[in-house]
């Protein structure tokens, strides 16, 4: 099966698929957007799957003098931290995580002035790995992919600090049934959930 994958913000995709744009399958970080498509008759609830469960880590690159792992989220306060990476919280679930930690964890009044916002989770990950911005707060499954590892350190942040984030998908009613439904059935099996494990994910059990 050959995929054409298209990435960004979980909020601007369910945007642009109620505006009609063509794709067949939506994963998202939010799994709440996939069931306003459904409630919008964009997606059958049958189709419906959860597929991962998201986590945060607090990280800096490789050649940066900050130690998130000795640090944990104090080192958002370090005098050298002039810019805090987050996706934007208005349309990226990521970024709703990273400010829901911020708060809970009693820092957000103080490092908010800092704070720059990517357009997704990605983007987020690039300000940071460019330099543009001093640390940020990321996808664990970035941290830990094959292009960053060795390329920087994090510090998770604990997961009662912030909402779940359930991943889930959706496959869309223009969609072709079988090879939707195919792709679906790969994301829930045993291979894939090993590999979604391996890159950070918790999995629905």
């Known amino acids: ?13 369910l945007a642009q698929i109620q505006n009609g744009a063509p794709f067949d399958v939506f994963l998202s970080a939010d799994v709440d957007y996939p069931r306003r498509l459904i409630a919008a008759g964009l997606a059958s609830q049958d189709s419906l799957f959860l597929y991962g469960v998201g986590r945060i880590v607090v990280w800096v690159p490789a050649a940066s003098p900050l130690d998130p792992a000795a640090q944990g989220i104090k080192v958002l306060d370090a005098p050298s931290v002039r810019h805090i990476a987050i996706a934007n919280p208005q349309h990226a679930p990521y970024g709703r995580a990273a400010e829901a ?18 357009e997704n989770i990605a983007q987020t990950f690039e300000f940071v ?69 391996k890159y950070g994910f918790s999995v629905p059990q």
């Open 129 to 197: 790995e460019s330099g543009a911005a001093e640390v940020g707060i990321v996808a664990l499954s970035l941290a830990l992919a094959p292009s960053a590892r060795g390329h920087g350190r994090y510090w998770e942040v604990p997961a009662e600090a912030y909402p779940k984030i359930e991943q889930g998908g959706v496959i869309l009613s223009r969609a072709p049934a079988g090879p939707a439904a195919q792709f679906r059935a790969f994301l829930l099996s045993t291979e894939a959930r090993g590999i979604l494990k």
């Open 1 to 13: 099966m050959e995929l054409a994958i298209t990435y960004g913000s979980s909020g601007n995709f």
């Open 101 to 118: 930690a911020l708060r809970s964890l009693g820092v957000y009044d103080r490092v908010s002035p800092k704070l720059v916002l990517g």
